[in-house]
């Protein structure tokens, strides 16, 4: 399929096309990856509309559980909804299991959503190759509200900061996250913090958990705290209020101008991020920076030279010919 009769099916709603640009999104082949930048071109002007919401937090606290709730309330509403959940990939096998499906049984069922299970391949802080794009690619095709799901991660991930424009961080009250809420990390970036299970028996120390994190979260962030609040996914308890703040949490984005600088501050660091993979690529390929690099390489390796003074010599070599820019 030529990448102008893809974009056309992803802008007519065809879910197979939207599929198969999300594989192309989070291929690693550089014609792939050619032509998927392609197909974003084409597509930019349908992108950008959709609330980007990404649910964080540790394995076990219930992110998919409470994702099949949450996409279910806003399906009631009348809207429509597109799932991007990040799986841990195997370190022996590279594998995934990719069970998403199972975990929020009413969102695979709808016809109104879009539910897309992807492997991190190893990738650190919670997402996956290609989420960035596969963001955009379902806005293309008319979702207006996107839910990720990430890896569980730990405190110090943050890269899914920077694919959303609502993070939303799952706690649990008991499970070591007493301790875990008052370090520094995602709890700086978050938008939300939801302390979950908030049922039966474990009602009381999810409220009691919510409080303390409110007063820790006063001190860590006195000029912006973060929402605070509790909720049961299996109960749905605190489902519907959750859709109701991040309406207007949108809604407060949109009108103070914070989502156009918050996105742009995103395209920065996402330049930065690709500037680096691609000039390491390059590093590998070309003749001869690679035998530079691994000469240099091998000298740090033996300790006969500081890894900070190769990398200044590598760099030096490589631009030391550029004509200084008037």
Known sequence: MSTSALALGIRNGDRRALGRAITLAESSRPEDREAVEQLLALLAPATGAAHRVALTGPPGAGKSTLLD?????????????????????????????????????????????FLRSSSNAGTLGGTAPGTRESVLLCEAAGFRLVLIETVGVGQAEQAVRDVCDTLVLLALAGAGDEIQGIKRGLLEVADA???????GAGQAA??????????????????????????????????????????????????????????QRQLSRAFRAALSRALLARL???TRASALLGQLEAEVAAGQRLP???????????????????
């Open 193 to 199: 913090v939801l302390v979950n299970k908030a049922d």
């Open 284 to 286: 590998v390929t070309d």
């Open 308 to 326: 900070t003074a190769a990398a200044r010599e590598l760099t030096n070599a490589l631009f030391t010919s550029w004509p200084a820019r008037p």
């Open 69 to 113: 709730a949450l996409g279910a309330a806003a399906l009631a509403r009348g809207g429509n909804v597109a799932v991007l959940a990040i799986d841990p990939a195997s370190a022996i096998s590279g594998g995934s299991l990719l069970g998403d499906a199972l975990r929020m049984p009413r969102l695979a069922a709808s016809e109104r959503v």
């Open 206 to 263: 999810a409220h009691a958990f919510a409080d303390d994190m409110r007063h820790a979260l006063a001190l860590l962030r006195p000029g912006s705290p973060p929402h605070v609040g509790v909720v049961s996914a299996r109960t749905e308890q605190g489902v519907s209020e959750l859709l109701e703040w991040l309406t207007q949490h949108a809604a407060r984005l949109t009108a103070s101008g914070e989502l156009q600088r918050q996105r």
